[in-house]
């Protein structure tokens, strides 16, 4: 059982930066990867990024490779989404989740392939 908090959101201007945190509760963190979404009103939850369960693998949408950066601190039990030259597309509620399926070789993008969800922190983008 995985419980996700997300923090770090709030307005940036264009071209600023954020870190986004989701810490878990989850007595055997390091064993599940982890996805980043994100929703804007009206819209479909489209996926961001993701990390293996040993930060050893990360993928990203094409939105945001090269900009955004996602990592991991197991002994912290946290994920990070480094977001940096931020656009007034990128404006959402970012949302962290976990792959119930334990050291999986798979980087999810979909997001019924994950079983546990945060509840998600604003991300706002001003121009």
């Known amino acids: 059982q995985v419980q996700l908090v997300e923090s770090g959101g709030g307005l940036v201007q264009a071209g600023g930066s954020l870190r986004l945190s989701c810490a878990a509760s989850?007595?055997?963190?390091?064993?599940?990867?982890m996805g980043w979404f994100r929703q804007a009103p009206g819209k479909e939850r489209e996926f961001v990024a993701a990390?293996?369960?040993?930060?050893?693998?990360?993928y990203y949408a094409g939105s945001v490779k090269g900009r955004f950066t996602v990592s991991r601190d197991n002994v912290k039990k946290t994920v990070y989404l480094q977001m940096n030259s931020l656009k007034p597309e990128d404006t959402a509620v970012y949302y962290c989740a976990a792959d119930g399926s334990l050291r999986s070789s798979r980087l999810p993008s979909h997001s019924y392939e994950y079983d546990y969800w945060g509840q998600g922190t604003q991300v706002t983008v001003s121009s």
């Open positions: 989850a007595r055997t963190f390091s064993d599940y990867g």
């Open positions: 990390i293996s369960w040993a930060g050893g693998s990360t």
